[in-house]
C-alpha cells in the first residue's frame, strides 16, 4: 500500500508543478497578449505609434538596465551571442533541406526558412524568461533578441528578399537605425570601463521604470498584431514550419547551448527557452516587404506566415509550459 501511494503522488505533484509554472510564467504572458487580441479585434489600433515607442524608447531602456546591472561576465554575453549566430545558421540549414526534401517551392521556402529560425525572442521570450528565470532570464534574453534582431536584417532580409524582388541591403542598412544596438553598446561600454550609474540613483531609477514597461507594452503589440493578421493558409501548409519551430528549434537550441558551454545553468535554460519561442511578426513584415508574394497552390507567403504566427503561438502556451518544468528540473 506505501508503495502505491509513493507512485500516485509522482504525478499529482508533475501536475501540480504544471499548474504552478503555467500560473507563474505563461499566464501573465498569455493574458497581457489577448487583452491586445481582444484591443485589437475591437478596436481599429494603428499599432505603429506603440512599436515606435518601444523600438525607439522603451527597449534601449530595457537593454541598458538589463546589461548594465546583470551579473553576467563578458565572456558568457560573448558566449550567448556565438550561440545565437550558430543556432540561426544552424536552423537555416535544417530548414532549408527539410523544405526542398517534402518539395516546398519558391517563395514559400523562402517564408518556411524565415519563420523556422527567428523565434519570437522579444515581446514574447523576455517577459516569459524574466516570469521563469529572474532577472538572469530577462538578460540574456535581451541579449538573445539583440543579436536576433541583427541577424533579422541581416541574414533574414537576403533570405526574405531572394525570391523577389526587394533590395535586401536596403534592409540590412536598417542594422545601424535600430536604437537597441547602441543601447547594448553603452550598457558593455558602461561596464567595462566601470562607468555604470549607482542602481538606486536617479538616472538608473528612471531608466530601469522606463524599462520595465517595456514588458506590457511588448505584449499588447504582440496581442494586436496576432488579431490583425489574416489566417487563410491551411494547417497542412504550415505543418512543415510549426514542426520545425516547435519541435526541432529546441533540440538545436539544447545542442548549441550544451556545446557553447555557458557555465551558468539558468543562462542555457534560457538560450534554449528562447530558441524554442514560437514565431515572430517580424518576419512576416521582411516577407511583405522584401518577398515575392505570388500565391502558390492558392497561399501567399504573407498568409502562409502570418498563420504559422498564430499556430506557433497557440501551440507554445502547452508546450513552453512543459519546457520550463523540465528546465527548472534539471534539464541542462
Known amino acids: ?4 501511494s509513493v507512485v500516485s503522488a509522482g504525478p499529482d505533484r508533475s501536475c501540480v508543478s504544471l499548474v504552478s509554472i503555467f500560473a507563474s510564467a505563461i499566464l501573465p504572458v498569455v493574458t497581457l497578449a489577448f487583452v491586445g487580441f481582444l484591443l485589437g479585434r475591437a478596436k481599429d489600433v494603428d499599432v505603429g505609434p506603440l512599436n515606435t515607442v518601444t523600438v525607439y524608447v522603451l527597449a534601449p531602456a530595457l537593454a541598458f538596465d538589463s546589461l548594465a546591472t546583470s551579473q553576467l561576465a563578458g565572456g558568457t554575453l560573448a558566449r550567448i551571442a556565438l550561440g545565437v549566430t550558430v543556432f540561426t545558421l544552424l536552423m537555416g540549414a535544417v530548414a532549408e533541406l527539410v523544405g526542398r526534401a517534402v518539395g516546398v517551392e519558391e517563395p514559400l521556402l523562402s517564408a518556411l526558412v524565415l519563420v523556422s529560425i527567428f523565434p519570437n525572442s522579444g515581446n514574447y521570450g523576455i517577459p516569459l ?6 532577472a538572469t532570464g530577462r538578460s540574456t534574453a535581451v541579449i538573445f533578441m539583440t543579436v536576433q ?3 533579422l536584417y541581416t541574414v533574414g532580409v537576403y533570405i ?3 525570391s523577389g524582388a526587394g533590395s535586401w541591403t536596403a534592409g540590412v542598412r536598417r ?9 547594448v553598446a553603452a550598457a558593455l561600454g558602461a561596464r567595462a570601463l566601470d562607468l555604470v550609474p549607482p542602481a538606486d540613483g536617479a538616472a538608473m531609477t528612471t531608466v530601469g521604470l522606463v524599462g520595465d514597461s517595456a514588458i506590457p507594452v511588448m505584449l499588447l503589440i504582440l496581442g494586436i498584431e496576432v488579431a490583425g493578421s489574416d489566417y ?5 501548409e504550415v505543418g512543415a514550419a510549426t514542426v520545425l519551430k516547435m519541435g526541432v528549434a529546441p533540440l538545436v537550441g539544447v545542442a548549441v547551448a550544451l556545446a557553447a558551454g555557458f557555465g551558468d545553468d539558468t543562462v542555457a535554460r534560457v538560450f534554449v527557452l528562447e530558441s524554442a519561442a514560437p514565431v515572430a511578426v517580424t518576419p512576416l513584415i521582411l516577407l511583405i ?3 515575392d508574394d505570388s500565391p502558390v ?3 501567399t507567403v504573407s498568409e502562409f506566415a502570418s498563420t504559422v504566427v498564430l499556430v506557433t503561438m497557440l501551440v507554445s502556451v502547452p508546450a513552453m509550459t512543459v519546457l520550463i518544468s523540465l528546465l527548472q528540473s534539471g534539464l541542462l
Do not use: Q
Open 289 to 291: 516587404e522584401f518577398g
Open 232 to 236: 487563410t493558409a491551411t494547417l497542412r
Open 175 to 183: 542594422v545601424f537605425a535600430v536604437p537597441l544596438v547602441y543601447a
Open 1 to 4: 500500500m506505501a508503495s502505491d
Open 160 to 162: 526574405a528578399a531572394r
Open 149 to 151: 534582431g541583427v541577424l
Open 297 to 299: 497552390a492558392g497561399t
Open 129 to 134: 524568461s524574466e516570469f521563469a528565470f529572474g
